[in-house]
């Protein structure tokens, strides 16, 4: 089955600095991969997906690049904030019916004011 | 607010129990996934229902069943409980049933094993 791994477990940046999470997949299927963000107390929260016809997505300050080559993708947050602080989990998945997510394990970003 | 619900917000039982989680999709919403987070097994997925159905399963013990209603709620029965169970349960939702439809999470039942 799908293995998801991401990096790093924890990152601390200062608030405006630019963070990066990444994560590799195994199966060369996979073609759909969501990124959540979950804030303590809360269940996750979808904040961007990619698909694997197309290489890189934006939204304002997010973004997600894809290799589909390498089978790594990663999530680019700009100009960070405090309330950027939380869990951020990268996943993937195949478009199939019956096909779950398999999520990474999770990345602790912390902003620093 | 993800317009997912789930009840109770927290449930405190003993081994050997037996207990029901209960969730409700977003209106419009066919399928319902059951997802495990536990501090050392991360976000784990349990089972789908699509419409009233089945549609896939993953890491979900013989102890744990779930059924999805005609009103598309659904509800996770977990038995014979042990400590190891002790974690946040939290209830998806999607449109369709294929694995690239975005899934909407609720707020979770943390359940805690005495």
């Known amino acids: 089955g799908e293995n998801v791994e991401q990096h790093p477990s924890t990152l601390s940046v200062q608030e405006g600095d630019s963070a990066v999470i990444k994560c590799t997949y195994s199966d060369s299927a996979s073609n759909y991969f969501p990124w959540y963000k979950q804030e303590l107390g809360k269940g996750p929260q979808l904040i961007i997906d990619?698909?694997?016809?197309?290489g890189e997505k934006k939204d304002q300050r997010i973004a997600v690049t894809l290799n589909k080559t390498a089978k790594h993708f990663s999530l680019h947050i700009t100009e960070t904030q405090p309330e950027d602080s939380a869990v951020y989990f990268c996943?993937?998945?195949?478009?199939?019916?019956?096909?779950?997510?398999?999520f990474g394990g999770g990345t602790r970003l912390m902003v620093k004011p | 607010d993800s317009g997912v619900t789930q009840t109770p917000k927290h449930l405190i039982t003993a081994t050997g129990q037996r207990v029901t989680l209960r969730c409700s999709p977003r209106?419009?919403?066919?399928?319902v996934y059951w997802y495990q987070q536990s501090l050392d097994q991360g976000l784990q997925f349990l089972i789908q229902?699509?419409?009233?159905?089945?549609?896939a399963k993953g890491n979900i013990l013989e102890r744990f069943s779930a059924q999805q209603f005609p009103d598309l709620h659904s509800e996770l029965n977990l038995s014979s409980l042990e400590l190891g169970d002790s974690a946040l349960y939290f209830c998806?939702?999607?449109?369709?049933?294929?694995?690239?439809?975005?899934?909407?999470f609720g707020p979770g039942t943390r359940l805690t094993v005495l």
């Open positions: 990619i698909r694997s016809n197309v």
């Open positions: 209106s419009g919403d066919l399928s």
């Open positions: 229902y699509y419409n009233g159905e089945e549609r």
């Open positions: 998806a939702s999607s449109v369709g049933g294929r694995g690239d439809n975005e899934q909407f």
């Open positions: 996943a993937a998945s195949k478009n199939n019916a019956g096909n779950m997510l398999t």
